[in-house]
Nanobody, 122 residues
Framework: VQLQASGGGLVQAGGSLRLSCAAS????????MGWFRQAPGKEREFVAR????????YYADSVKGRFTISRDNAKNTVYLQMNSLKPEDTAVYYC????????????????WGQGTQVTVSS
């Protein structure tokens, strides 16, 4: 599966952004999808994941209650709605797929998009 993330930008603290990740291939609806982020000088970290059906979601504690992951299998797209953004949310955001594996570990995600920059100003 090939992934293309979009929707990043510059926003003030307290604002919102919606990231999108378009996937190619017929396997999208079978695969678990996730969002990760990487700030300068830091390791890539898990943000959220969603089951193939969209029924089950899981979030990092740092974004719980502020971010919402969703997917539209008819459009081969996964979303990340980010509300109440904070300066510490500034990072490059990546969408990824772990295939059929339920995991939060980046190395267990074989499919990655190119990343989209999110910058939150204070």
């Amino acid at each position: 599966v090939q992934l293309q993330a979009s929707g990043g930008g510059l926003v003030q603290a307290g604002g919102s952004l919606r990231l999108s990740c378009a996937a190619s291939g017929r396997t999208f609806s079978r695969y678990i999808m996730g969002w990760f982020r990487q700030a300068p000088g830091k390791e890539r970290e898990f943000v959220a994941r969603i089951s193939n059906s969209g029924v089950s979601t899981y979030y990092a504690d740092s974004v719980k209650g502020r971010f919402t992951i969703s997917r539209d299998n008819a459009k081969n797209t996964v979303y990340l709605q980010m509300n109440s953004l904070k300066p510490e949310d500034t990072a490059v955001y990546y969408c990824a797929s772990s295939g059929l594996v339920t995991t939060t570990t980046p190395r267990e995600y074989p499919y990655w998009g190119q990343g989209t920059q999110v910058t939150v100003s204070s």
